[in-house]
């Protein structure tokens, strides 16, 4: 950052904002404009469709990603507040083994039916796995519940996360 | 929002330098997950966003020391959820924060903004305000410490001027014969902004039986203010835990309640819950209370 | 032979007697499974091109006027906006409607409600098109406006529409109810009201246009692709064949993706890129969508019931009112619909019912999952709790008495046949909610939490019975890399139906479900197969998949023989390997027959089509067999009640559904699991409420949906297979009927627990604690 400017008549152009975001594991220098929030950097300038946006106001999750490790609703993160934060999204889970074998458990529990709300559910049940090998029931629907789903009615969600764990739940 | 422009200050003094001077068109933003919805329903349009969630080295914090347990601004409502200060006496505060929005909500929402929204949907205000919590305000002029009683005037309305940030909140730990207690009705159990919060601090004396003090908080009392209910408050001071000072209590209660009816419920069964929420409250700080003697 | 060899043969042979159904019944990965859990970029929103510009509809601010002037000006001079479309920018029809031609595209000079669309700011960027809407201001000269149903049925009413306010009006003669009610011990007269619920599929309605081959290629969240070609086609007056749908992945849909609002966004699309030559994505926010697409018909039904004072209904008379709010749309069916299952699943030898779909100024009303049975159903279970009450009769053995089995008439007098599962779905859910001991128990309770058991049954005529021709038409064809291509203008949008109908084909061919693809619906392709709607895939579209891969059989098996030197009759096919069924030394590999298929010139494409049995009844009396089949379920929650504040949770759901055949049980738990979920949000928390017409609460914070901590702590699902007449291998509807029961299981579970009598739908804490409230002046609080 330059110098410290004293008043906003001191201030450069500031509409354009340059942040440098580190989005699964490639630093992402660019330019953002105050009102992007991270769920338009992510989507378009980064081509990230995993990130879905179903309601812009914060209350259905499932534009859910992880912020230097923490679940947040993409929708209401402004992009020029991720400056030298780390971003993960489905994208870049791919080939991590446990969000592998989470996949296989939606897969083979019927988790996904429209799909819409998956990424995000997947995001919540790989960062449950890596803090709770045996999540219990209750602790997986504490783990998703901020993001609504209208399809399953939760229950084969919760089956396969306790399955997609490490020792399968209790 | 088109021509909303975004400052990130380089540390704290440097916030509150800009905002000395062009605090009136801004806004102090840290996680947004109440000021960005408004500005997108166009509620409110302030030109100019400053950024102040990069300094958790000097706002993110929960320590205690002599009897006070002090918050920074930028405390998120998972850190009081998974610290381990808020069980026993002080088990509300942890209460309060497992039945706040949903964990990415939790992950970044903050006890500052919170606290400045002043709001009757922040689940944390009540809380704070039981524990007659104290706000340190900054500016480039200095600081002020004000009581969170006295800082909310209005329906999102504070007492604070748009050069000031708050920078952190801090309360007593209730200690002897003291409990809080707190309880949040919602027509959901997740994602849900309450028709009423309500906490409680309640102390007894040594007999265990007669109430030396009672603070009473809501989301809101008269209108959609979050206040101290202080008639009721008042009244149980000095009397004994019985059925009767709770019958009566509510009844206090019933007529200082002035709550309006919106699209989540009628005032009227607000207020019949408030009271029935009293009885809960004040039985569950004195059962433990009685308890832990 | 090795042992490997000859275990794997005799585990083909086992599998080969199972015939066509090899697949059926198993829980088989469906087809679109593994691009969901890789976060694929399949749905409209993920598809659009560099150079894409967007269109924001705006709509009106009031509920009922003329638009005097529209000042377009301050949006057309916005930064990035290349223009504002409205009426008179339509070169074609301005019309966007399902059935009755009752609904403009842009409405124009007359609004009927907050939900019409006036128009679209086309713009560069999403952003400046919504900010460049927000600067259109609208004179209208206002006129009354009606937001009662009841009351628009009232002469001298504010008329909505021209011709009145009655869409349309059905009539049930069954018997003669005042006989009925002079034998009667008791007649009961009583009004229950339904609300607005919202579908909230998670996707919102959105489309994508892109001007090509003098035309326009439309992609976008929907139903049915078909339906959107003819309306985009009558709008931007093009022939049909210029105008190309395609259904891309859709991100649920309930119901209002196969009413009118597809029809406005994809029509919207391709006016802006036709006329800007570009391509233009229109896509609804989440408020947009809330306000402008279409909700579930608000219901006000009254019964008036008499029964014999040993529990026999005797007689009852319904008057069902549905508020289809300023247009139509599929209202027209639901109001059918709802009127045929008035007395539910229950045998009344006279009924008389009387039903009226009314327009209101209310944003409007349309398809929505259940179509009418969520509204029917509640009223009538909660009229029969209040008749077991007052006849002092247990209300499980009041409906035992009473409900459909084999030869006994329902409301339209159709017999029910062998095929009806009712009483097994009744057994298995009073076992395993153990209702017996615990109503027992529950008779008298003290105590600040107090719980009770809530029954509901469901009767659900399957298909589109009396809303037009049911038929399907699916093509088969097995391309060169030995994959089986399928396609059909029925449109997947998550409940797995599609790969269920594939699932048929797959059974029948004897090739694994893993080697099929299925075609994304596209009307330059695929032939018109009806809306994907009313369940209907699995039963239509299913027979219509397995003619088509019955063909393909005939002539894979032929040349199977061949190559194996046997005997055609010997042939068997199972994981795609064709070998001799009596003595399988010899196999030959699916691709190889393929193969040589190819070679020869035989062609591998097949066509299907199934058409419905005609299903015949008397407009006059509603009398006669309107559904050729009948899905049936049984539904007992059991909920616990805060006395306190009259908060309740859902502490054990146990439900049963005779679905014929299940052919892919995991996906038929998934519907059962999601619709019940998806009925208890309807029950206990949804409400889209208007306020002087204009919706209070358009958005996901304020209209509640059930999340993961709302759910039922203890759920256990039955599937009964009574095979049907209509469906694959007996299989019934599944993907409707979950949402139909929890309304009133939920109403007469807390009643039972409670004694209060919640008559109008959701079932809130208010309600429920206001209801009781003389009782909680006088006990202490």
Known sequence: MSAVPATLEDLPEMAKCAVTINVNGTEHPMQVDAPDRLID?????????????????????????????????????????????????????????????????????????????????????????????????????????????????????????????????? | MSTLELYTPTDLNDALRFLEHDGGNSAVIASGTDLLPRMRRRQISPSILVDISAFTEDLRFIRRSDGTIRLGALTTVTDLLESPMFYGRLSMVREAARLFGAPQVRNVATVGGNVCSAASSEDLIPVLMALDAKLKLASARGERTVPLKDFIIGKRQTTMKPSEILVEVSFNEPEGNSWTAYEKLGRRNMLILAMVNEALILSLEDDLQTIHSARLALNRVSGKIPALAVETSDFLEGKRVTDQTIVQAQKVMESELSLTSDFRGSGEYRTEVAQVYLRRLVERCARHIGGSS | MSEQVSQLLDSLRAKAERGELLYIGENVVRVDSLEKVLGSPVYTADLIPKGTVYAKLFHSSIPHGIIKRMDLGAARSHPGVLGVLTAKDIPGLNESSAVLPDRQLFSDPVVR???????????????????????????????????????????????????????????????????????????????????????APLEPEVGLAIPEDGGVRVIGSMQSPHHTQAAVAKVVKLPPEKVRVIQAVTGGAFGPKSDETPFDVCSTAALAAIKFRRPVYCGMDREDSMVMHTKRHPFVISHKTGVSKDGMLLADESRIVGDTGAYASLGVFVIVRATFHTVGAYEVPNVKADSYLVYTNNTYTGSLRGFGGPQAIFAIESQMEELARRLGMDPLEFRLRNMLVPGKKNATSAVMDASCGLPQCVEKVVNSSNYREKAQRYRNQTGNARRGLGIALLMHGNSLGPEGNDYGAVHV??????????????????????????????????????????????????????????????????????????????????????????????????????????????????????????????????????????????????????????????????????????????????????????????????????????????????????????????????????????????????????????????????????????????????????????????????????GMKPEAAARSR
């Not at chain 1, 030298?84 to 870049?92: A, D, K, M, P």
């Not at chain 3, 560069?124 to 000269?141: F, G, H, K, M, Q």
């Not at chain 3, 509640?704 to 009574?722: G, L, N």
């Open chain 3, 113 to 199: 409600s907050t939900g019409d669309i006036l128009g679209a700011v086309i713009a560069e960027t999403s952003p400046s098109a919504t900010d460049a809407a927000a600067r259109i201001t609208v004179d209208y000269e206002e006129l009354p406006a009606i937001f009662d149903p009841i009351k628009a049925l009232e002469v001298g009413a504010v008329k909505v529409h021209e011709k009145g306010n009655i869409a349309r009006q059905m009539k049930v003669r069954k018997g003669n109810v005042e006989e009925g009610f002079s034998r009667s011990d008791i007649v009961l007269e009583k009004t229950y009201r339904t609300q607005f619920q919202d579908a």
């Open chain 3, 477 to 770: 064809e097995v391309l060169s890399d030995g994959s089986v291509s399928v396609g059909s203008g029925l449109t997947e949008y998550g409940t797995g139906a599609i790969s269920g109908m594939m699932q048929v084909a797959s059974s029948v061919l004897g090739v694994p479900l893993s080697r099929f693809k299925l075609e994304r619906p596209d009307t330059s392709k695929h032939r018109e197969s009806g809306p994907t709607v009313a369940s209907r895939v699995v039963v239509i579209g299913g027979n219509a998949s397995k003619l088509a891969a019955e063909k393909l059989r005939s002539k894979i098996i032929p040349l199977a023989a061949e190559m194996l030197k046997i005997p055609p009759e010997h042939v068997a096919m199972a994981d795609g390997v064709a070998f001799d069924r009596r003595t399988p030394s010899s196999t030959v590999q699916w691709d190889d027959i393929v193969a040589e298929a190819y070679r020869r010139g035989v062609s591998l494409r097949e066509d299907g089509f199934f058409m419905a049995p005609a299903a015949p009844w008397d407009q006059e009396v509603g009398q006669g067999t309107p559904y050729v089949q009948y899905t049936w379920g049984a539904l007992i929650v059991e909920v616990e009640v805060d006395m306190g504040t009259g908060c309740y949770r859902v502490v054990g759901a146990h439900t049963a559904y005779d679905v014929g055949k299940a052919v892919n049980p995991g996906g038929v738990l998934g519907q059962i699991y999601g619709g019940t979920v998806q009925g208890l949000g309807y029950a206990m928390m949804e409400e889209l409420l208007h306020k002087d017409g204009v919706v209070v609460n358009p958005n996901l914070g304020d209209y509640y949906i059930p999340t993961s901590m709302d759910i039922p702590e203890e759920f256990k699902v039955f599937i009964v297979e009574v095979p049907g007449p209509l469906g694959p291998f007996g299989a019934k509807i599944i993907a409707e009927p979950p949402i139909v029961l929890p309304g009133a299981a939920v109403r007469n579970a807390v009643l039972n627990a409670t004694g209060v009598s919640v008559d109008d739908l959701p079932v809130t804490p208010e309600k429920v604690l206001m």
């Open chain 1, 41 to 170: 950097v992510l989507r378009d300038q980064l081509s990230l469709k995993s990130v879905k946006e179903g309601c812009s106001t914060g209350d259905c999750g499932i534009c859910a990603v992880l912020v230097d490790g923490k679940l947040v609703n993409s929708c209401l993160m402004l992009a020029a507040q991720c400056d030298g934060r780390r971003v993960t999204t489905l994208e870049g889970l791919l080939e991590d083994p446990v969000m592998k074998r989470m996949q296989g458990s939606f897969i083979a529990n019927n988790a996904a039916q429209c799909g819409f709300c998956t990424p995000a559910m997947l995001m919540a049940s790989w960062d449950l796995a890596r803090h709770s090998p045996e999540p219990s029931s209750e602790e997986i629907k504490v783990a998703i519940s901020g993001i609504l789903c209208r399809c399953t009615g939760y229950y084969q969600i919760i089956d396969s996360v306790r399955q997609g764990c490490e020792k399968g739940g209790r």
